[in-house]
T-cell receptor
Framework: KAGVTQTPRYLIKTRGQQVTLSCSPISGHRSVSWYQQTPGQGLQFLFEYFSETQRNKGNFPGRFSGRQFSNSRSEMNVSTLELGDSALYLC???????????FGAGTRLSVL | GENVEQHPSTLSVQEGDSAVIKCTYSDSASNYFPWYKQELGKRPQLIIDIRSNVGEKKDQRIAVTLNKTAKHFSLHITETQPEDSAVYFCAASIPNFGNEKLTFGTGTRLTIIP
């Protein structure tokens, strides 16, 4: 089985721009979670989608949004980028209620 | 919400010695505790997990223990090897109508000294 695929791997944006990141889960997985990873902050939960519905949401501002498509692929959008949004964004997929999450390689976003 | 604290943030051990990383959680309803290993430049990978109905679980050189009363769990690596050098994250999950959400600790950078 192919693993979790995230595209693009690297992105450079400037403040005020918006960005869309993509995540394709493992075949058969219906849950996709997104995390922000920064040095010293570990993995911070953004949100989780299941069957095209957001089931859980972390404590991030409304500039961070996401969606999931009928094929379970998910996208994350960040609008009005700030310097502090520079981070590695990871997505993870799992079976419904499976708990075991498998991570993608991440998208490293740099905001200049 | 759940809060997970992880200690130490950095740990250096001689090759062959044991390493122990500890985590505490705040919500007694948490029932699933995975550990992830992230090597430099790579994705986090699950190395072991434990559920609240079990007190200890082993997999070769790796073991996890859980103390529900004290709300803490630990990762034990024995006979450490250079390839064990990585950042390790603990996490806790609270069941929420089946929509379990993982809360991660801030990570421990483990360095194995040859």
């Amino acid at each position: 089985k192919a693993g979790v695929t995230q595209t693009p791997r690297y992105l450079i944006k400037t403040r005020g721009q918006q960005v869309t990141l993509s995540c394709s889960p493992i075949s058969g997985h219906r849950s996709v979670s997104w995390y922000q990873q920064t040095p010293g902050q570990g993995l911070q939960f953004l949100f989780e989608y299941f069957s095209e519905t957001q089931r859980n949401k972390g404590n991030f501002p409304g500039r961070f949004s996401g969606r999931q498509f009928s094929n379970s692929r998910s996208e994350m959008n960040v609008s009005t980028l700030e310097l502090g949004d520079s981070a590695l964004y990871l997505c993870a997929s799992s079976f419904d209620r499976g708990n075991i999450q498998y991570f993608g390689a991440g998208t490293r976003l740099s905001v200049l | 919400g759940e809060n997970v604290e992880q200690h130490p943030s950095t740990l250096s051990v001689q090759e062959g010695d044991s390493a122990v990383i500890k985590c505490t959680y705040s919500d007694s309803a948490s029932n699933y505790f995975p550990w992830y290993k992230q090597e430099l430049g790579k994705r986090p990978q699950l190395i072991i997990d434990i559920r609240s109905n079990v007190g200890e679980k082993k997999d070769q050189r790796i073991a996890v223990t859980l103390n529900k009363t004290a709300k803490h769990f630990s990762l034990h690596i024995t006979e450490t090897q250079p390839e064990d050098s990585a950042v390790y994250f603990c996490a806790a999950s609270i069941p929420n109508f089946g929509n379990e959400k993982l809360t991660f600790g801030t990570g421990t950078r483990l360095t194995i000294i040859p």
